[in-house]
């Protein structure tokens, strides 16, 4: 999994064979030199756009190759040991919507297979697109999978480069929907500030004081309102996007601490206003390890179990590839993984386009 923080490539090495599934073992990649700015450029038309990203399809695959083998060498495993891989590929562009709908996932999956020896799974988006589907989030019934509980009403968290939920009721039902930006605006505020790809902990955040004008004028953006279902990304959440809004007098440390306050409100105002019944919160993604942005959640739902997947057995860091490799392991045997009810799909779909070794 490369997501829309564009930090770098989680992999991981997952076994089905045992209920629930488990992950041996685990290992990650950071993007080096100038690939995660080419990328970013990406999401802008711009000059032999095509030839670029053409080219860094290419780079991504050799660069998920290498991450895949240093996996294997620290497990243990052999190329021929592993069934396939789930390669999510890299978002540069997703407009799921009306006649247009389309996504883009860069990473060459055939030369991924051809460096690996090991059948690749990738394109797990389009179909549902294609079924007038958002492409996303695709990973609520794998949280079905891992975590439904027959008592306990459960909301998953993933709070990636975007933020989003999933509904988890005792009877059954499975929802979910993105709610917002999660560490791209942060992470985007402080790399041009303080020359750092994120805030850790949350400390600069902290150090700040939320504007109220400025999160409220955040807050007006028609996608808040919204109803699902509903996705998004780069494309409705950027700096220039963050920049029409300031004045150019606000601290940064201030304009910090609220776009963190800015990913708790779109969260937990999604689940009073959805999910009101539910009694345990679970957090992933790489916002789950930001202190400042977990007290504040959990200040701001008062009453319920805020926690991390960790608690339930899952390392917050790595839910998101062992979804993509669970993904990979459905359209292998050919079974629909999407969910109508989240995605907006006409119905249930096998997703993934499949190169075989």
């Not at 440390?253 to 539910?278: C, R, Y």
């Not at 992933?284 to 339930?312: F, I, M, Q, Y």
């Amino acid at each position: 999994m490369s997501g829309t923080s564009l930090d770098g490539i989680d992999v991981v090495l997952a076994d089905f064979s045992l209920s629930p599934p488990s992950l041996p073992c685990t290992f990650y990649l950071p993007y080096a030199g100038d690939l995660r700015q080419r990328l970013l450029d990406l999401h802008h038309s711009g000059n032999d756009e095509l030839h670029r990203a053409a080219i860094l399809s290419n780079e991504l695959a050799r660069c998920y190759a290498e991450a895949v083998f240093s996996l294997l060498n620290k497990s243990g495993m052999k190329p021929q040991s592993i069934t396939a891989i789930g390669c999510h590929g890299q978002t540069v562009r997703h407009c799921p919507q009306s006649e247009r709908g389309y996504t883009i996932q860069l990473g060459n999956a055939a030369l991924l297979a051809e460096l690996t020896g090991i059948t690749v799974v990738t394109d797990f988006r389009s179909r549902d697109i294609a079924a007038g589907g958002q492409g996303a989030p695709l990973v609520p019934k794998f949280h079905q999978v891992l975590f439904a509980d027959p008592k306990n009403h459960r909301v998953v968290v993933n709070i990636g480069g975007i933020s989003n939920l999933t509904s988890l009721a005792p009877a059954g039902g499975v929802t979910g929907f993105d709610c917002g930006p999660g560490n791209l605006l942060m992470d985007a505020w402080c790399l041009r500030h303080l020359g750092k790809t994120y805030d850790q902990n949350g400390a600069w955040a902290g150090a700040g004081k939320v504007i109220p004008t400025l999160l409220e004028k955040l807050l007006t953006l028609p996608f808040f309102s919204l109803p699902p279902p509903k996705s998004t990304g780069r494309e409705l959440f950027n700096l220039p996007w963050l920049e029409s809004f300031l004045c150019g007098e606000e601290k940064p440390e201030d304009v910090q601490a609220t776009l963190l306050q800015l990913t708790v409100t779109g969260i937990s105002k999604s689940v009073h206003a959805h999910f009101p019944g539910t009694v345990e919160i679970y957090l992933c993604g790489g916002g789950a390890r930001n202190a400042e942005l977990v007290a504040r959640l959990r200040a701001a739902l008062p009453g319920k179990k805020v926690e991390l997947t960790d608690a339930l057995g899952v390392d917050a860091d790595w839910l998101e590839a062992f979804a993509f490799a669970w993904l990979a392991q459905q359209a292998i045997v050919g079974i629909p993984a999407n969910l109508p009810d989240v995605t907006g799909a006409k119905g249930a779909r096998v997703l993934g386009a499949i190169y075989r070794a």
